[in-house]
């Protein structure tokens, strides 16, 4: 199969057509059309049915993109808001943060039972991002009720190494090292980042809200025989963020944030250990995994909390018509154990014992068909049953493949739900949230494998919605399952060319419509988001220039002083400026720009966005 024809198996929805620079030099190649993420083995992206993009990271570099959560704003179907350092949340397709699952080398990066938030989280060791939308409890269990995002982090290929400095708004390090023997390899990368920050109150006088977070990683792996691999990963995250306290008694925006000097420390542990083995000529392969996950809350006043989420996993391929790499037709079975623990705004612990099978199979005239089906028993829920289906159709002797895929999600209620705190007063008697989804979608290849052109519909519909309430309901509590059903709807829309050997352009476009069950607009979600980017490789194919450019419209936030009112924030525009300059084969001189044109604009009410920022770095690799 030739290049081109890999270039049209790229995601249902690829944002990016995938470079790489082996050393720093610019030759243009595209990475294996594989999303890890899919299943509970890899899928083949022309194959897939559901909606997903895969981010490269050199592609990201180039752009001058350094955080995941400035990646994600360039989705579809991915809405990002953030109020200060402190906190950055993601939706996809309209749900809450809770119901969107982040992973870190398939591993939860939250613990407990929260969302994660992303504010701190920069791509210095990261070598791609899978985002799929729609339900995939049936995969990841509670939590990915409306999709999974998952960072997966640079893995040894070949004895080498790198460092990174970056200097503007703050300054930035990284460094990495790869080892690989005959049977083994190593990878180690250590970075570090002091983000200066900005004024989210956006006040006269006010001090700037900054945050430093230091991160060092290890994986390894090792191939005992041909049959039988180990391996690990383990990572540490250390960051201290400034922030702004509130004044739930404000009269209006101007004294809604409370400048202050408050600081709080986050103390992030993830790590696994894997084995796997393939048996009967290559027809079963089978994983086991443990994995843990810890997270340390520290307030500058003492309070502290901490959460922990640890699982066993066990997965088994079969391949009904050959090796389970060769075969059409294959069959999953998975088992989890997973516990989740937390402490400080009340201690509690749940334990959720999981039982799931997926079949995938390639039929004739370019069909392919994922079904997966997952049962959860839970300590303090109801046992839940959960599926989703998903079908892709290339159609022989055009550029159209069709992808369409259905499903269902679960979300459990949080512990602070439950059992209050902060002041609140908890709900017993809280139902797990429970998604219903459909999307159907059409992909176009351009010509000559230059770009793809994909438009999805898609529908969900949220029952037991959870939602808070800032004065007592007649049950005593603040927490309440609304009654009905709560609506999104929209369109994502993605298109990516190489107009030129040189010049490569891409675009998003979002509209949703997401509604709770009273029919209130789902705030915090806009309703139209457009993003546009395009690369130019330039000094000879020594260099590249790169603009990003963000449109927001219609995007619904409450009002937290006064009468507590839901109002549109005003429309805005971003546009974001990079280049790159390989002074050798192996150093890179970089510059950008965020913010270009300093636009006054924020994601929610009450904190201000940040304003204009530069930044130089420069990169080696040996």
Do not use: C
Request: proline content about 3%.
């Amino acid at each position: 199969m030739s290049i081109r024809t890999l270039r049209l198996t790229t995601a249902p929805l690829a944002v990016t057509l995938i470079l790489s620079a082996p050393a720093l030099a610019q030759e243009r190649v595209t990475l294996d059309p594989v999303i890890l993420s899919a299943g509970f083995s890899p899928v083949e992206a022309g194959a897939y049915g559901r909606a997903a993009t895969v981010l490269d990271a050199e592609d990201l570099r180039r752009r001058g993109v350094s955080s995941l959560q400035d990646a994600l704003r360039a989705l579809p179907g991915v809405s990002v808001g953030s109020t200060g350092t402190s906190n950055t949340a993601v939706r996809i397709r309209g749900g809450e943060t809770r119901h969107t699952l982040v992973l870190i080398d398939g591993v939860s990066a939250a613990a407990g039972d929260q969302p994660y938030f992303l504010s701190g989280l920069d791509l210095a060791d990261v070598e791609r991002i899978e985002v799929l939308r729609g339900p995939q409890t049936v995969y990841y269990g509670s939590n990915a009720a409306s999709g999974v995002v998952n960072i997966i982090t640079r893995r040894a290929e070949a004895t080498g190494g790198y460092a990174r400095a970056e200097i503007g708004n703050g300054e930035a390090l990284a460094l990495g090292q790869s080892l690989v023997g005959d049977r083994w390899r190593l990878q180690g990368d250590w970075s570090w980042r002091d983000d200066k920050g900005h004024d989210v109150s956006a006040g006269d006088g006010g001090d700037d809200d900054g945050i430093r977070r230091g991160t060092l990683a290890l994986s390894g792996e090792y191939e005992a025989t041909e049959t039988l691999r180990f391996g690990f990963s383990a990572r540490r995250s250390d960051e201290r963020y400034e922030f702004d306290g509130t004044n739930w008694f404000a009269s209006d925006k101007d004294n809604y944030l409370i400048d202050s000097d408050d600081e709080a420390r986050r103390d992030e542990r993830i790590g696994t250990v894997w084995a796997s083995r393939t048996s009967l000529d290559g027809r079963l392969e089978q994983r086991l995994a443990w994995q843990d996950t810890r997270h340390r809350l520290e307030q500058d006043d003492g309070a502290t909390s901490r959460a922990r989420t640890r699982a066993l996993k066990y997965r088994a391929t079969f391949g009904l018509d050959g090796s389970v790499a060769e075969a059409d037709q294959t069959l999953a079975l998975a088992q989890d154990w997973i516990t989740d623990e937390a402490t400080g705004v009340a201690d509690n612990r749940r334990e959720t014992r999981s039982t799931a099978l997926e079949y995938r199979g390639a039929h004739a005239n370019g069909l392919d068909l994922q079904l997966g089906l997952r049962h959860d028993d839970s300590s303090d829920f109801e046992s839940k049953t959960t599926w989703n289906a998903g079908l892709s159709w290339r159609i022989e002797g055009t550029p159209l493949r069709l992808h369409a895929s259905a499903g269902t999600g679960v979300s459990n209620p949080q512990y602070f739900e439950i059992l209050g705190g902060y002041g609140y007063v908890g709900n017993p008697n809280l139902k797990p949230e429970e998604n219903r989804s459909i999307d159907l979608g059409v992909e176009y290849g351009l010509p000559d494998g230059r770009g793809v052109i994909d438009v999805t519909w898609f529908k969900e519909r949220l029952e037991d919605e959870i939602t808070f309430s800032g004065l007592l309901l007649p049950n005593g509590t603040n927490y309440y399952n609304q009654n009905g059903t709560s609506r999104r709807e929209g369109i994502e829309l993605t298109y990516r060319q190489d107009v030129t050997d040189t010049l490569t352009i891409g675009a998003a476009y979002t509209y949703l419509d997401a509604r709770n069950s009273d029919g209130a607009v789902e705030i915090r979600r806009p309703r139209h988001e457009l993003t546009v980017n395009a690369s130019l490789q330039t000094f000879g194919g020594r260099g590249w220039v790169a603009a990003d450019l963000r449109h927001v419209r219609d995007l619904p936030d409450t009002q937290y002083w006064g009468s507590y009112a839901t109002e549109d924030l005003p429309d805005f525009t971003t546009v974001n400026l990079a280049a790159s300059y390989d002074l050798t084969d192996q150093a890179r001189l970089s510059a950008r720009v965020t913010n270009l044109f300093d636009e006054d604009y924020s994601e929610t009410w009450g904190y201000a966005a940040p304003g204009r920022a530069a930044w130089l770095g420069i990169e080696t690799r040996w």
